[in-house]
DNA sequence: GGGATTCCGTACGTTAGCGTACATACAGCG
DNA sequence: CGCTGTATGTACGCTAACGTACGGAATCCC
């Protein structure tokens, strides 16, 4: 019933101790659930759902550095002593989370050291990411960015359709949508991926993944280690 | 004599215990601290010199993610729970450091509650300017992007006057070597540095603040939060 | 079912930065 | 003093992506 995987790592007394604390809530699409230098009211742990995390520049662009889905927490600086978020925090797939007050959180968080060391864990996981994420946006092109995006939310959101417009792949891959239309095009010639009005299906997952950069394989290796 | 900040934050008790512990280094330029998915022998502290975090793409392809000076330091994955680098970790300025065995941290790092407190909220910070790095370099031009590096720097080192080359440059910034020669010559003609083999002056430093993007703004506040 | 809105296709000139190659020039060293 | 390496200047064609604008088409909503 919680589905998030720094949850289900915890064992058995942590866990259902954890659990009271636990509001189940369903994220919508485009929900914002931070802005930069806003106070963390909550934090959340995602089920079925997915949240970007978006750098702003010059007010208007944005960029994504980090993707949380199951395998994540949004909310990371409360564990690092600071209750504002630096970054965007927006709801990119609708779906559950399991969320909790700031203050609860951190009461919990103090009391258990088997949850610090897995958030500790997922920081180091999450920085990686961030990192890899910045070389990528500065080397490689449109196409395998697009590429590695898709697979990167087919991973956690475990299904071959979601929805997804151009516009809205351009805020995150930092390009303009039509940018975008143009990567999706080739994509969608190749038989790897096909679309229609923010409709988007992945038909060729292996032909993604040789379509795409390294910087997926990289990123992937370090979630799983 | 250590003149690194997040070591001069500790109050007086947990300081002293922690010097004993340090090795005084003197860090050459060039030298490389640490490699990607390379263990962690020691966590460096610098004092006057300076650290890059750089993420490698495609074997060859260089990408400045952080800088570390004496607001800093080395080894953040031991803090987390990780024994190994994500990124490599190369001395951009040669000057003094402070390091420490990685066991022996790591020790330290459990007993002193307050270390750690000023450690997570150092990795904070960082993961602010990796993110803000990212949009940046996403978003704009060499030569906003040289001055950042330029201010960045200069105020690491407390100095006016460092060894660089446009070489060296580039593989920071992520272009190539011609790319930097331009933009240094554009911020030459406006007299707001000078160089020549290797030698850069910082000759009008508000003029660089005007000259870069908000970019170089926006971490530096993060700091000195 | 008509109108508005959202989403995607296409087009055109512009530009920053690429890859590469070669020329110059200063610096240290024997 | 000349040699050799390193650092910088310059040049040229090329391409990915930009900014912008407009047309077509599917979907939503009264």
Redesign the interface.
């Known amino acids: 019933m919680i589905e998030n995987s720094l949850l289900a790592a915890l064992p058995g007394a942590a866990y259902r101790r954890l659990l009271a604390g636990f509001e189940p809530v369903d994220l919508s699409f485009g929900e914002i659930l931070y802005e930069p230098g806003q106070t963390i009211s909550h934090v959340y742990f995602p089920g079925s759902s997915l949240v970007s995390?978006l750098?702003?520049?010059?007010g208007h662009?944005a960029?994504e550095?980090?993707l949380i889905g199951r395998d994540g927490m949004t909310g990371?600086?409360l564990?690092?002593?600071?209750k504002e978020s630096?970054?965007r925090a927006l709801v990119q797939g609708a779906g559950t989370a399991s969320r909790m007050e700031a203050g609860v959180f951190m009461r919990e968080f103090r009391r258990s050291p088997r949850l610090q060391?897995e958030l500790?864990?997922y920081?180091?996981t999450?920085?990686?990411q961030?990192?890899?994420?910045?070389?990528?946006?500065?080397?490689?092109v449109v196409e395998q960015r697009l590429a590695r995006w898709l697979l990167m939310t087919h991973d956690r959101v475990k299904a071959d359709r979601f929805r997804m417009t151009h516009e809205f792949l351009g805020h995150m891959l930092?390009v303009r949508r039509v940018g975008v239309t143009k990567a999706a095009q080739a994509l969608q010639q190749r038989k790897l991926i096909s679309y229609s009005r923010g409709d988007i299906t992945v038909l060729d997952r292996a032909g993604l993944e040789a379509a795409t950069?390294?910087?997926y394989g990289i990123v992937k290796d370090?979630h799983d280690t």
């Open positions: 995390l750098t702003l520049a010059d662009l960029l550095v980090g990371v600086p564990v690092l002593g600071f630096a970054v060391r500790y864990r920081i180091h999450l920085m990686a961030i990192s890899q994420t910045a070389a990528c946006n500065r080397f490689h930092g950069c390294p910087c370090m």
